[in-house]
Structure formats: C-alpha cells, structure tokens
C-alpha cells in the first residue's frame, strides 16, 4: 500500500452496502459506550476500526500508521480533542478525514476552529449519519458506484459498556475532584449519558458543567452526580 494515499486498499473498494470498505478509522475516545457504538458503525460500514483512549495513545497509533479517517472526542482524560486535531490539520501528508466528536453544544464549533472536516453530535447511533458524514469528505474515486438506497439503522451498543464507564467516573472521583478532573467529568458524562438516552445523568452533568462556568461552590453538584453514578453501578443495570 501507498503510505502517501490514505485512501489506497486494494482489492477493497467500496460497495453499495459497504460504502466504507477498505477505510481505516481511528476512533480517538474514553468512552467504552460510545466506542462500542463506533465499532458497530464501522462494522456494519466496512471499515476497520482501531481505537485509542487518550492523546497520548493516539499520537503513539499515529507514529505507527495513517487511519484513513480519525474520529476524535473533544473532551480527553489528558487534554482536549482540539490540540490533536489541530495537530493532525497541520501535518503534511494530512489524515484524508478528520471529524470532531462530542456530547457538548458548543463542541462543534472548537473543532471546525481546529481544523476539522466536519464533526459528529453524540449520541451517534445513525448508520445513515455517520457513513454520510464520512462519504461527503471521500474524494470521488473512493465514493461507492452505481445508486446507493439508504437504509438507516440505529445502534444500541451493550448496556455492559455503559456500566464501564460509570466505573471509570467513581474511580476518576474517588481520586481527585480539582475543577480540572471536575470538568473532564461533566464533558464525559454529558457525552456517555446522551448516548446512552440516561436523561437524568445528562441533565446533572449539564448542572455541574453550568456551576463549574459560574464559578460556585460544586459540592452539592459533586456530591448528586457522585449518587447517581454509585446508583447505577450498584444495581449493575446502567440503562
């Protein structure tokens, strides 16, 4: 394979059904749940899927090989999603596709600012979404040929994962609540529970991410999204 086109596969082109076969996507995300999300989409996509949980494990993934297409979660345990995007816009050769993912309203717009294509709202479920917001940036020649009907489907990933990250939360908390870990858990949460249609969790982490920006005292915010976290781990049924 030609290591300067990110797009070259041979014996690999697209179908109708598979319209991303042959396209490697590095998903760049802490989140269990929506990692199994992604994995789903690219599974029933074509593409190969290859995953990392921090900045630092993408950049080491990066050293190795090119993905075709990067997905990266603004909101990382290690810092922000925008540093590697913007890193990754400037690089030359340059990733063929770079999206922004998060649970954040106001993510989008960091993340185009950084150099991103085109970026992904969570709860990203929609297999007609997400293979569209891929296929739109593809140069032609790796676009599938002939009419390609849509078929929609929804994903629902394993409940399993969303009670890993629950654990990851308890175990983020129970080490250190600095604003900075506090922030990083409110962005995480907002994004996992979104994904995870848990309405109640969403709209504690919206409130503690409201408190953090006003600059009052989080501890009760603290302390309800302790709960409901512990709530859910205890009954081991997150959704």
């Known amino acids: 394979m030609d290591d300067s086109d990110p797009f070259a596969a041979p014996h690999r082109l697209p179908t109708v059904t598979r319209p991303l076969l042959g396209l490697t996507i590095l998903v760049v995300e802490d989140s269990r ?13 074509g593409a190969r899927i290859r995953r990392a949980d921090c900045l630092k494990s993408a950049r080491r993934h990066l050293q190795i090989y090119r993905p075709s297409v990067i997905v990266v979660d603004m909101g990382l345990p290690d810092g922000s999603g925008a540093d590697l995007i913007e890193e990754l816009a400037h690089t030359a050769p ?3 596709v770079i999206l ?29 979404t997400f293979q569209a917001e891929i296929l739109s940036r593809l140069p032609a020649d790796r676009q599938p040929t002939g009419p390609r009907i849509l078929h929609d489907e929804h994903i629902r990933p394993d ?13 983020v908390l129970s080490e250190k609540t600095d604003p900075q ?8 949460l907002l ?23 006003s600059g009052a005292p989080v501890t009760s915010d603290t302390a309800r999204i302790a709960g409901l976290v512990q709530e859910r781990l205890n009954h081991r049924k997150a959704i």
């Open 33 to 45: 749940f929506a990692c199994e999300a992604m994995r789903l989409l690219c599974l029933r996509s």
């Open 181 to 188: 870990t506090l922030d990083y858990v409110a962005q995480f």
């Open 94 to 96: 340059r990733v063929g």
């Open 159 to 171: 409940p399993i994962a969303y009670h890993d990250d629950m654990a990851h939360v308890a175990d």
């Open 100 to 128: 922004g993912t998060s649970g954040d309203d106001c993510a989008e717009e960091r993340a185009l600012e950084a150099g991103a294509d085109g970026f992904l709202a969570k709860p990203v479920t929609s297999l007609a």
């Open 191 to 213: 994004g996992v529970a979104r994904s995870a249609e848990d309405h109640v969790l969403a709209s504690a982490a919206q409130a503690l991410a409201r408190t953090r920006a």
